[in-house]
Every structure is written in C-alpha cells, then in structure tokens.
C-alpha cells in the first residue's frame, strides 16, 4: 500500500506538517542569529561565547536531559493517558517536572559561582598550561556566568514540549522554540542598534528567550493548569521505570556530547589558527536545519503513533511505515547532499559572507559544509529507527551502537589530530568526514538490529533502490557542475548578486535532471512525495474554506 494509502500515514503527516511550520520559523531564527553573529562578533569572541560556552556548554547539558527524558517519558505518559488514568499521567508527570526543577536550579547554580573550575577541566586554556590564552579563558568564564540560568528554561522547555506532543499540540510545543530564537535575535538586535557590547547582548538574549520558550508551552497547556502541581510522589511505579529507560540512554547521549567536545571544540582549540570552530560550528548548520525541519520534524509527529502501534503489538505496520518514510526520504535528501557539495561555496557566501566572515571563512565553512550534509540521508533514517526502538522501550541497543560508533568517531578526529600536523583545514576534514561516516554506519547498524522486532528495509529491495537514487544524484550533480563551467558569463558573476544566480541556474539544472533521472530509472518516491504534498495541501485548503 502506497503512502497515501492509510488514514495513520495522513494523521502523521499532518501532524509533520504543523511541526515543520513551527520548526521553520525556529531555524529561520536560527540562521538570522548566526548571520548576525558573523557579522558583528569577531571569530575568537564567537568560538568562545557561543560555540564553547552555549552550544557545547549550555545548550549540551540541555540535550543530554531532552534527548534522554523525553523517548523514556512519553511512552509512559502516554500509557496512563491511554488507558484512562488521567489524574496517575499527571501526577507522574508533576513528580518528573518538580525533581527536574530541583535538579536544573542546583546545576545552575554551580554554574554561576564555579564557571572557573568547569572551564579549567575542559578547555586548555588556563595560565600556565601548552595552549594558555588568558583572554578566552576569561571570556569564557564570564559568558558561563551569564548563561548558567539558561539552563531552566531550556530544560524545563524539554518536558512541557513532550507533554504538548502527548496531547497531540504538535505546533505550539516546537514554536517555543522560534520564540527563543527570536528573541536572542531581537537582543542582539538591540545591541547592535545601542552600540552596547553585543556578546553580552547575544548572552542576555538566549537567557531572556529560554523563559519565554518555557512560558509559550504553559500558554499552550493553559487548560491543564489546574492539574500542574509543584509534588514528588516517589512511590509512583513509574518514576522507577522512567529512570531505568533512561540511564542508558544517559550513557549513550554523554559520549556522542563528549564526542562533539572534543571534536567540535577540544582538537580545534589546541591548533593556533583561529575561526576553525566557527568554520565547523556553521558548516553544521545547514546539516541541522534542514535535520530539524525534515527528519526530525517527522519523527516527533510519528513517535506517538509508533507508540500505540507497539501497545497495539502491530510490527508489521511499524515496519512498513520506517520503511517507507526512509526511502521517501532517502530518495529527497541524497540527491540534495549531491547539489550541496556542488554550490557549497556560492552558499555559504550567499549567507554569511560580509563583516568578520571574510573569504577565507567561506572556504573552510563550505569545505565543512559539503562533507555534514551528506549526514542528512542517515540521519533521516536514524531518526525513525530510534523512534522505533523507543516505541518498543529498546534503549541499551540504541545506546551501546551510539557509544561504538561516537567513539569511532573521535578515533578518526584523533588520528586526524595527528596527521595534519597543525593543517586546520585538513583536520576540518578528518572531524566532519569522521563524523559523517560513523553516522552513516550507525544508521545501518541501526535498521540491521531493528529487524529483530520490525520488518524494515528488506536487503534486495533496498540495495536497488540506493543504487537508483545514487546513481541519478551522481550523474545529475555532474552534468549540473560541467554545464555551470560552460557557462563563463555566470561562472564570472561576483557578489550577493554573482552567488545567487549561481545558486538558482546549479539548483535549477540539477533538479531537471535529477527528476529526468528519477523517472527513466522509476525511483517512485519522488512521485508519492509529490502527490502526497499537493493532497495536503487541497485539504489545508478546503478546510479553511469550511
């Protein structure tokens, strides 16, 4: 049966689809920070204040609580709800949401008064040690200061956003995090217009949008207020259950965050050259835009459906649907990571070339760029596979592979350390092309185990499928790339202008021929992806009619 065959498929997609307008927004917001970013904060003053202390810092401590709580919580949550136990959900919930306040207020506050030591144990940068830079020491220590109260709102954001999910108000749940966004753009903004010091600005801005994150949620639970209550009932059978699904995945989330330190921020802060963590840190954010829009968008709409098809014991339908999202996917985003690595250059100078962000920032951001983004076909994959093994309450199998292979991953980045020899750009590729791979295999290993309980991605089927679409996305992205050398009145263009037309007459070919290719060679995914937009669409449509 065809994707627009099940009225589940159509809830679920929906339900993407409200998801995906808030999560545009939110990385819309994201892009217009970082580009202002660029613009106005010197690459050493952003590696430190925003790629250091808040993305590896703050805003690391915050995943390791949502991408452990939230996959153990919902199913649970679900379960009293399903069942008629409205008052047990939410006293469950009460108790998660109080012990979790307990436990952010103490972090922060270690935070606040101890940013030295937390800085000291992981940057060498400290007086007295082989990479001693007193300047970004300092500066870190006073922007952790700052942000440590962050820490709340974001996190506490993380358990309402799943309580939304739960009560299938999929857009509000993700819009929260537009508005944290937007807010930080706004201070930053303001900054900018006051002449005030814009990294404090940027640092006030998150701390004051995390709030208001947190407070978009309550206003979307605005009908469950007389159920929330400041309680911790630790008889609740299922607090046990909660921590015992979640310590393995704590284990497994704080290695792929050790790994993302030491390769995003450790090995790069060792090497003199300064703007090599930006390069990385902006080279992945294209890789995680269009991960939130897309894959991840996807895999929080079907996670609660998932769930019921677990409790329904219906594996055959679970397995179905993993399937043939993946290759619905799979079939969009190889040939995109193709036409990427082709115009990653005019991209990125499209985007955030001006300021601070010279040529020479371009050049490294594109390099990182074109080798993260071939992450997004696995990654998409990765997403359902992982929904699936928390739907089936499986998190040692997904845990012990992300361990393997995060690890895998920092071996690649340190033998990379030792090859390049203090080359930035070379150790730039050994980080990102390590961290592509290891996800790439993780991807398989993942669907290899999920066999076990599903029926997914059967061998034969699949080999000639990726065969089909990796062909017709090489042949595409090379005939795109030797038809754009041909043309040397716009390989000549220069500038915002010069980049654009570059952009739309690369993409352009690209498409055509892709879609050429696709249908010579019958990848009917494109199709049904196509037929099933226009359909929601028409129903969008006539509903607002009504």
């Not at 679920?12 to 660029?38: C, D, E, N, S």
């Not at 436990?103 to 940013?115: N, R, W």
């Not at 070379?426 to 993780?442: D, E, N, P, V």
């Amino acid at each position: 049966m065809g994707i627009t065959g099940t009225k589940l498929e159509k809830s679920i997609f929906k339900a993407g689809l409200f998801v995906g307008a808030a999560h545009l927004l939110f990385k819309l917001a994201g892009l217009i920070q970082a580009r202002f970013m660029t613009q106005y904060l010197p690459p050493e003053t952003y590696e430190v204040v925003y790629t250091f202390v808040f993305e590896h810092g703050i805003y690391t401590l915050f995943l390791i609580g949502e991408e452990a709580l939230a996959p153990a919580f919902l199913p649970l949550f679900m379960r009293e709800l399903d069942t008629g136990k409205v008052k047990d959900a939410w006293r469950f919930a009460n108790s998660v949401l109080s012990v979790q306040f307990i436990l952010l207020a103490l972090l922060a506050l270690f935070l606040f008064f101890a940013p030295q030591f937390v800085v000291t144990i992981t940057m060498p940068w400290e007086a007295g040690s082989a990479s001693a830079d007193p300047e970004r020491f300092a500066l870190a220590v006073r922007s952790l200061r700052s942000l440590a109260p962050a820490l709340i709102g974001l996190s506490l954001g993380s358990t309402t956003y799943v309580l939304l999910n739960a009560h299938k108000r999929f857009f509000l749940a993700a819009f929260g995090d537009a508005v944290w966004k937007f807010c930080a753009v706004g201070f930053l903004l303001a900054g900018v217009a006051l002449k005030k010091d814009y990294a404090q600005m940027l640092m006030w801005g998150l701390v004051a949008g995390s709030l208001c994150k947190l407070g978009t949620h309550l206003f979307g639970l605005r009908d469950q207020f007389d159920r929330l209550r400041f309680v911790i009932d630790w008889r609740h059978p299922f607090l046990r259950k909660l921590l015992w699904l979640m310590l393995p995945l704590l284990a497994g989330i704080v290695v792929a965050k050790i790994r993302d330190h030491v390769n995003d921020v450790f090995v790069l802060g060792t090497i003199e050259e300064s703007g090599l963590m930006q390069a990385n840190s902006i080279g992945r954010k294209l890789q995680g835009t269009i991960h939130w829009l897309v894959p991840y968008t996807l895999s929080i709409a079907v996670f609660p459906f998932f769930c019921e098809l677990v409790d329904k014991k219906d594996q055959h339908e679970l397995g179905r649907l993993v399937t043939h999202f993946g290759r619905i996917l799979m079939a969009a985003f190889i040939p995109f990571a193709m036409l990427m690595a082709v115009v990653s250059v005019p991209f990125t100078a499209l985007l955030f070339q001006g300021g601070h962000f010279d040529a020479t920032a371009v050049q490294r951001t594109a390099l990182t760029l074109s080798f993260y983004t071939f992450v997004l076909p696995a990654g998409a994959v990765e997403c359902l596979a992982m929904q699936a093994f928390f739907a089936n309450r499986r998190m040692w199998t997904v845990t012990l592979l992300g361990i393997f292979f995060s690890t895998l991953s920092i071996i690649i980045s340190w033998i990379g350390l030792h090859v390049a020899d203090g080359d930035g750009v070379l150790m730039l590729c050994f980080i990102a092309g390590g961290f592509t791979l290891s996800r790439i295999l993780k991807s398989v290993a993942l669907n290899l185990f999920l066999r076990k309980n599903a029926p997914v991605f059967p061998f034969a089927p699949t080999f000639a499928f990726l065969v089909r679409v990796i062909l017709a996305s090489l042949i595409s992205g090379a005939l795109a790339w030797l038809l754009l050398g041909k043309l040397a009145a716009v390989e000549q263009l220069a500038g915002r202008l010069g980049d654009l037309v570059k952009l739309a007459v690369t993409g352009g070919l690209f498409t055509v021929f892709y879609l050429g290719a696709a249908y010579l060679l019958r990848i009917d995914e494109i199709h049904e992806l196509y037929k099933l937009i226009v359909r929601q669409i028409a129903a969008l449509r006539a509903g607002r009619k009504k």
